[in-house]
């Protein structure tokens, strides 16, 4: 595997930025998640919270929403998956 070439330390910090842009629309149906790790590969593991963790639309909100907007504000992100 590719290993990523990027600071860890500001990529969280533009991870955490861009996860709380995205909150309310978590939160307005009952859910949220939290950001875990970069792994050097460039998948970012988040924790489902609330209705998130057991909602059957998760898996494509993860991919359709956070995944989009996490590789919008980082090029080098592959994939987002969560760790539930």
């Known amino acids: 595997m590719e290993q990523l070439t990027?600071?860890?330390?500001a990529v969280s910090k533009i991870?955490?930025?861009?996860l709380t842009q995205l909150r309310?629309?978590?939160?307005?149906?009952?859910?949220?998640?939290?950001?875990v790790e970069i792994t050097?590969?460039?998948v970012v593991k988040v924790k489902l919270l609330g209705?998130?963790?057991?909602?059957s639309m998760s898996n494509m909100t993860l991919k359709a929403g956070v995944e989009e907007a996490l590789k919008k504000a980082v090029p080098q992100i592959k994939s987002v998956e969560a760790i539930n």
């Open 15 to 18: 991870i955490e930025e861009t």
């Open 40 to 42: 050097d590969e460039g």
């Open 6 to 9: 990027i600071n860890k330390t």
């Open 24 to 35: 309310p629309f978590l939160e307005a149906d009952g859910g949220d998640m939290e950001f």
């Open 51 to 55: 209705a998130c963790s057991n909602c």
